[in-house]
């Protein structure tokens, strides 16, 4: 059975009748951090609070859940389990089998708006015998890591590069990592020039000296946040360092540990979660010396959502009209636009779009239209 992804538009209609209610709205919810526990998937508050874990299937040493990744809105999941991809609901429950591969999955990263998933894995390729081999010498057998793109069911795969480290998505464009053909040839990351295609189009970080590793671009698209590592050391942590995509210039250091990395930025862009050792800490975009604070002791990988999920379950609006003003309150599941369109016999009277960065409760109020009547209100949201 092919999962059923969420689109990018939601449409809810409401009847306004003499300016009685005539939906209830839906709660809006906090912001929710989803993170690696004890080889299972966990979601916690921001602030620490509210722990659960999510699923019950993984262990460490065994089949643990070793990729976490999630759509903007958390109702959808990416993971790697036992070498293999996965699609998993908000709630951490299976969508289907496993996603083809081509060798072990390293990392499945899953798109914001759920619409395709990312695997890198290990394909073992033949190389001729080095130079100046005995003639008969056997090809040697190699390992490469392959960037691959999917639909969340599954079809489509296609390739996308070789010898990739690292992905991430800047909206709907694959970011991989890009290693310097100048010594000490440190790896930065780069835009693919299309999702299938092994060419970069422009780096989105980079820096002469240093490796930059596990990327994670802000809902907005302007930066990318990385783990800084001296060339020469072949980490992947270090630093937790903000680049312009846009110049691929570094712009701020947001921390000093030689011990941080899997950067993830809040859905306001203004705050950071990342890994310190084994525990996770959040700190503000604009990198005030001292001012992480730990919220989650013995965790891995935090993925920071809004909270779509309920409210992509319950969008509803409550239209109210008033002796000089119509006011429509409507749930915005995730960051993007809200647009709501009022209508009276079919022709429209009345549209205003509001641009949210973050899902929650949207209020629009209109000049109340001659002769108002029966009015519908029609609301299309678009996720950025």
Request: hydrophobic share 40%; with cysteine.
């Given at each position: 059975?092919?999962?059923r992804?969420?689109?990018?538009?939601?449409?809810?209609v409401?009847?306004?009748?003499?300016?009685?209610?005539?939906?209830?709205?839906?709660p809006?919810?906090?912001?929710?951090l989803?993170?690696?526990?004890?080889?299972?998937?966990?979601?916690?508050?921001?602030?620490?609070?509210?722990h659960?874990?999510l699923?019950?299937?993984?262990r460490?040493?065994?089949?643990?859940?070793?990729?976490?990744?999630?759509?903007?809105?958390?109702?959808?999941?990416?993971v790697?389990?036992?070498?293999?991809?996965?699609?998993l609901?908000?709630a951490?429950?299976?969508?289907?089998?496993?996603l083809?591969?081509?060798?072990?999955?390293?990392?499945a990263?899953?798109?914001?708006?759920?619409?395709?998933?990312?695997?890198l894995?290990?394909?073992?390729?033949?190389?001729?015998?080095?130079?100046?081999?005995?003639?008969?010498t056997?090809?040697?057998?190699?390992?490469?890591?392959?960037?691959?793109?999917?639909?969340?069911?599954?079809s489509?795969?296609?390739?996308?590069?070789?010898?990739?480290?690292?992905t991430a998505?800047?909206?709907?464009?694959?970011?991989?990592?890009?290693?310097s053909?100048?010594?000490?040839y440190?790896?930065?990351?780069?835009?693919?020039?299309?999702?299938?295609?092994?060419?970069?189009?422009?780096?989105?970080?980079r820096?002469?000296?240093?490796?930059?590793?596990?990327?994670?671009?802000?809902?907005?698209?302007?930066?990318?946040?990385?783990?800084r590592?001296?060339?020469?050391?072949?980490?992947?942590?270090?630093?937790?360092?903000?680049?312009?995509a846009?110049?691929?210039?570094?712009?701020?250091?947001?921390?000093?540990g030689a011990g941080?990395?899997?950067?993830?930025?809040?859905?306001d862009?203004?705050?950071?979660?990342?890994?310190?050792?084994?525990?996770?800490?959040?700190?503000?975009?604009?990198?005030?010396?001292?001012?992480e604070?730990?919220?989650?002791?013995?965790?891995?990988?935090?993925?920071?959502?809004?909270?779509?999920?309920?409210?992509?379950?319950?969008?509803?609006?409550?239209?109210?009209?008033?002796?000089?003003?119509?006011t429509?309150?409507?749930?915005?599941?995730?960051?993007?636009?809200l647009?709501?369109?009022?209508?009276?016999?079919?022709?429209?009277?009345?549209?205003?779009?509001?641009?949210?960065?973050?899902?929650?409760?949207?209020?629009?109020r209109?000049?109340?239209?001659?002769?108002?009547?029966?009015?519908?209100?029609?609301?299309?949201?678009?996720?950025?």
């Open positions: 059975m092919t999962p992804v969420p689109g990018r538009n939601a449409r809810v409401a009847v306004l009748a003499g300016g009685a209610a005539a939906l209830s709205a839906a809006a919810a906090a912001d929710s989803l993170y690696r526990c004890g080889g299972n998937v966990c979601r916690v508050a921001p602030d620490g609070s509210q659960r874990q699923t019950t299937d993984g460490p040493g065994g089949p643990a859940y070793s990729w976490l990744s999630a759509t903007r809105d958390g109702s959808r999941m990416a790697s389990r036992a070498t293999y991809a996965h699609v609901d908000g951490g429950r299976p969508l289907g089998g496993p083809p591969r081509g060798g072990p999955v390293l990392v990263q899953i798109a914001p708006d759920g619409s395709q998933v990312a695997t894995e290990l394909l073992g390729e033949l190389a001729p015998p080095p130079f100046p081999a005995p003639p008969g056997p090809p040697t057998l190699g390992f490469h890591p392959y960037l691959f793109v999917t639909a969340p069911d599954g489509g795969r296609e390739a996308a590069a070789r010898d990739v480290v690292d998505w800047l909206s709907g464009r694959l970011v991989r990592s890009d290693g053909s100048q010594p000490p440190p790896r930065g990351l780069c835009v693919l020039a299309a999702n299938t295609d092994f060419a970069c189009e422009r780096d989105v970080a820096d002469p000296a240093n490796d930059l590793s596990a990327p994670a671009v802000s809902p907005d698209g302007r930066l990318v946040a990385v783990a590592t001296p060339a020469e050391q072949n980490g992947g942590t270090g630093p937790i360092v903000l680049y312009d846009a110049t691929g210039r570094p712009v701020r250091a947001l921390t000093a941080d990395g899997l950067p993830y930025f809040s859905p862009g203004r705050r950071v979660a990342f890994n310190r050792g084994s525990d996770i800490y959040v700190i503000g975009t604009d990198g005030a010396p001292g001012s604070r730990r919220v989650v002791a013995g965790g891995l990988q935090p993925v920071w959502v809004t909270a779509g999920p309920a409210c992509r379950r319950r969008t509803s609006v409550r239209p109210a009209l008033g002796r000089r003003s119509v429509v309150r409507a749930c915005a599941p995730a960051a993007g636009r647009t709501v369109t009022l209508r009276r016999h079919g022709r429209r009277v009345a549209r205003r779009t509001v641009t949210t960065r973050r899902g929650r409760i949207v209020v629009v209109f000049s109340r239209p001659a002769g108002a009547g029966a009015l519908r209100a029609t609301i299309r949201f678009r996720a950025a």
